[in-house]
């Protein structure tokens, strides 16, 4: 009875004190970043123990007795604001507030949070989870723990995203270089190659990356070429005053295992620092420089070393702040393989030892300028400074062992040798204002000028056979195309100016949260891309002519053979200039209705004109251009509903395009070290793309999600990289056929399975998991073995990724993270029939791309307040990198699975050493 009587009174008292108290509760924003939420931030009953602290979405709720009280709301740095409150028993009373900075306080310390906030887990997640488009970042705060040093690896770590394996191309949904987009800070960036549309993201390096981001669905305000996605690198900027060093060193286990010296081309002997100088014109380098490889040492190093410095200045009493860094590193990479290639079912090429030794050198400086001019407005400047190098030594048939059909002085025997130095330089230049011009009305605008020279200085050919196999010792040049022995330069100057004028207006009823519910952003894009292309080759006619070894072949190059039959041909300088001109203008208007239901309706107008001309030697008449002009309205559909707390259901649609590229147009050769050859196709249009995407969310706590997605696509004329028809053996660009359709399951999780007292993880876990199919049909022309429908051209079916972390969250921290990613099987380049007669015996078939599996361990130390330590292991399984091809017997017609190549990149180590002041 006792127990009865107190469980009543107990009840009770809690009915009367719930009668006589209200709830408090708000949003609190951050007014030095343009009102984002502010989490952490203390809210307080004065002259009471009545507190909390706003969650990471700046919320906070507080049970306060009925009457008048004062709340102060506080946060370090910030000024602190009191406001007096009247609290009803059982109603609730909303109270959002903006807090901006103290008069005359430093912000230093402030801004560390704000910035390190936009670089973490949880603020990334907390903008995919208010965006209304479907975005995935990743920042640098989680790029440092899983040793991440380039955009290219960074996006690999978001779903449905995969990385060719030594290369910076990535494929977002399976779909690759020409589908997707890339800007940096929103505005685009150029190619450093020209068989790529999209610049190689391992140029950027983490020590200018604030965050990666990956938008899936599309919005008007960005260019329309984008049929899978569009990569945005955002830079950093200036958050704290300070400097810091570090250097790394390591080695690649090919290199450490190779039995000899590391060896590379002779042009290395112009290089320093990776830029080239050049010593003689291309006529002389036949004879005044030598054929023959060089050494530089029996286990090189990989090293590098960074700079970076931050500072923060007030000037005319503007504040204005810098954040600059530098970079210079040099690796060296070896592997060793085989390669093959077939013809009509018939072998065509076959080498069982590929070696190749590659040096690397990457130097690039960053700068970013900030000048806040007022509260209401102020200018970034950025530019981006990149010099990248590789010198690449490619053999095969060292062994004796090699074929080539139909060649002469005969078929085996064949040894072919191709020494090559690659150097990029390129300047990104960006101007970005921002001016709100009244509470409602935010103009940004931004301009940019990039520039990119990639060169081949001295490129060097050799084909010869070995006619004693046992004794290598007799060597004699090949001639199936009289000039086997070439020198060649290459040149690409690009220049681009591109710019925007965004206008945001907000209107409407400020609603619970302090927001108006409506916004218009309208705008304009301009973009114009030039390109130059020359290139050059002399040949050397070399019939009967003989070399001691393949590593003596300068000494048949001398002049006084020249003088006595050794013919030289100095070929016509191969050219072609492209022009893309784009002009936009757009409009989009976002509308939140209710608490639980917002989107995005856009319309995009844009004119595209792209202009290619050439003057090329494997062109009937050398000379011809094209020109082509595409207008067209782009619409998209971004819809968000809030289906339960912390869970919302997304939609998307919209109309895109893929443009073909100036080398998808120019019918120029380019030969690849293994000898297989790919040119442009003038005659190609663009690809039109149907996007539909839906998507469940769930956030259930700060720093975590799962999520689902389906999404579907529709290509018309997809545009495919396929092996040529009829007897020139080529992979040219096509437009296979009339559609292809993707469709596709994304499964996303961000979790933690153990957190400590503060809700900082301790073990956390991340994976996402993406199966796709796809479908096209294919021309006649292209139909094969009664094969009427194809995969498309680079897309894996599955996609895996995931990483396991560990974190000691506490003084002097230890974090360990693993990661491992997978792709399967895919299609490197479409078959084709070489004689529609006899397509069912006569063909080439697709070559497949095989999946395989990766693992990156990190283990990093902070050994003091401004020492750490970070050893990385990448690759640590060393798969096995193949292509395949099925082969039908023409003779027993029993179709086999014949390796095309293979090789094993070897697992690189590095042990670096940081030092921040």
Not at 733 to 751: C, D, I, Q, S
Request: net charge negative.
């Amino acid at each position: 009875m006792k127990k009865f009587l107190f469980i009543t009174f107990l009840a009770f008292s809690q009915l009367l004190l719930a009668q006589s108290t209200g709830t408090l509760k708000g949003v609190l924003s951050d007014g030095e970043t343009n009102n984002e939420p502010l989490p952490f931030a203390n809210v307080l009953i004065k002259g009471t123990v009545i507190g909390t602290t706003t969650d990471f979405d700046g919320n906070y709720t507080l049970n306060v007795p009925a009457g008048t009280h004062t709340v102060v709301f506080s946060f370090l740095g910030y000024k602190t604001i009191e406001k007096p409150i009247t609290i009803v028993a059982g109603e609730t009373l909303t109270v959002n507030q903006i807090l901006s900075a103290e008069e005359g306080v430093s912000l230093e310390e402030v801004v560390i949070m704000s910035a390190a906030s936009r670089e973490s887990v949880s603020a990334l997640l907390l903008e995919q989870k208010k965006a209304t488009v479907i975005k995935e970042s990743i920042g640098a705060q989680t790029l440092s723990k899983i040793g991440v040093s380039d955009a290219a690896t960074a996006t690999t770590k978001i779903s449905g995203v995969t990385k060719s394996q030594g290369t910076g191309d990535i494929f977002i949904r399976g779909l690759g270089d020409r589908y997707l987009s890339t800007t940096m800070n929103g505005l685009p960036v150029p190619s450093d190659d020209v068989e790529k549309k999209n610049i190689n993201l391992n140029l950027f390096s983490t020590d200018v990356i604030q965050n990666v981001g990956i938008s899936k669905t599309y919005t008007t305000s960005g260019y329309a070429d984008q049929a899978s996605g569009n990569v945005d690198v955002v830079t950093k900027d200036y958050s704290k005053k300070g400097y810091s060093i570090g250097v790394n060193g390591g080695t690649n286990t090919n290199v450490l295992d190779y039995d000899g010296d590391f060896r590379t081309t002779i042009t290395n002997n112009d290089v320093s620092l990776g830029f080239h100088k050049k010593q003689y014109a291309l006529q002389d380098l036949i004879s005044r420089q030598g054929w023959d490889t060089e050494t530089i040492s029996a286990q090189p190093i990989n090293y590098s070393g960074s700079l970076s410095a931050a500072q923060k200045f007030e000037i005319f009493g503007k504040d204005l702040s810098f954040y600059v860094s530098a970079t210079h590193s040099k690796s060296y990479d070896y592997y060793s393989g085989e390669f093959q290639s077939f013809r009509q079912n018939r072998e065509d090429n076959v080498f069982s030892d590929v070696e190749s030794f590659t040096t690397k050198t990457n130097t690039s400086g960053y700068v970013n300028l900030k000048l806040k001019l007022n509260d209401a407005n102020s200018l970034k400047f950025n530019t981006l400074f990149v010099n990248k190098s590789s010198n690449n030594l490619y053999e095969q048939g060292r062994n004796g062992l090699g074929f080539v059909y139909d060649q002469d002085p005969q078929e085996d025997g064949a040894f072919v040798r191709d020494q090559n130095f690659k150097q990029t330089t390129m300047v990104i230049n960006q101007l970005i204002g921002k001016h709100d011009l009244n509470e409602n009305n935010t103009l940004t605008w931004a301009g940019g000028y990039n520039f990119v020279l990639a060169e081949e200085p001295n490129r060097i050919r050799n084909e010869v056979n070995i006619l004693d196999v046992a004794s290598s010792s007799e060597i004699q040049f090949a001639h199936v195309g009289d000039y086997q022995q070439r020198k060649s330069t290459q040149k690409i100057e690009d220049v681009e100016y591109n710019a925007y004028v965004k206008n945001n207006w907000k209107f409407g009823n400020l609603n619970e949260e302090g927001d108006k519910p409506f916004a218009l952003n309208y705008g304009v894009n301009y973009r114009r891309k030039e390109r130059d292309f020359k290139s050059q080759a002399i040949g050397v006619l070399a019939r009967n002519y003989k070399a001691p070894s393949v590593d003596e072949l300068s000494s048949t190059f001398v002049q006084s053979n020249f003088d006595n039959g050794l013919n030289l041909r100095i070929g016509e300088v191969d050219l072609f200039s492209g022009e893309l001109n784009v002009l936009a203008a757009f409009a989009d208007f976002n509308f939140t209705l209710n608490e639980k239901f917002s989107g995005n309706l856009g319309l995009r107008f844009e004119r595209d004109e792209i202009n290619v001309s050439w003057d090329v030697a494997n062109y009937v008449g050398r000379i011809g251009n094209t020109s082509k002009t595409y207008e067209n309205l782009f619409p998209s559909l971004n819809l968000k509903y809030e289906v339960a707390e912390n869970q919302y259901i997304r939609f998307a649609t919209s109309l895109t395009q893929t443009l073909p590229e100036f080398k998808e147009l120019s019918p120029f050769e380019y030969v690849s070290p293994t000898g297989r050859v790919s040119k442009g196709n003038p005659d190609l249009e663009k690809s039109d793309v149907v996007n539909v995407d839906l998507k469940w969310e769930f956030f259930p706590s700060r720093g975590e999600v799962f999520s689902v997605t389906g999404f579907y696509k529709n290509i018309k004329n997809p545009i495919n990289l396929a092996q040529s028809r009829g007897s020139s053996g080529n992979f040219i660009f096509y437009n296979t056929g009339e559609k292809a359709t993707v469709k596709g399951l994304e499964l996303e999780a961000r979790t933690s399975f153990i957190k400590n007292e503060d809700d900082d993880t301790v073990l956390g876990f991340n994976a996402n998991l993406t199966k796709m199919w796809f479908s096209q049909d294919l021309d006649d022309v292209f139909q094969y073995k009664g094969k009427t429908e194809s995969n498309l051209q680079g897309a894996s079916d599955l996609i895996a990724n995931g990483s396991l972390s560990y974190s000691s969250n506490k003084e002097k921290e230890f974090v360990a993270t693993l990661t491992g990613n997978y792709s399967s099987d895919k299609v490197f380049a479409l078959g084709s029939p070489e004689d529609f007669v006899n397509s069912a015996t006569l063909y080439n078939d697709e070559i497949i791309e095989k999946g395989f599996v990766s693992l990156d361990l990190v283990l990093s130390k902070e050994l003091t307040d401004r020492l750490s330590v970070k050893l990385v292991g990448r690759n640590l399984l060393n798969p096995e990198i193949k292509q395949t091809q099925f082969v039908r017997n023409v003779n027993t017609e029993i179709e086999t699975n014949e390796t095309v190549s293979n090789y094993k990149q070897g697992v690189q180590l590095t042990l670096g050493v940081k030092y921040a002041f």
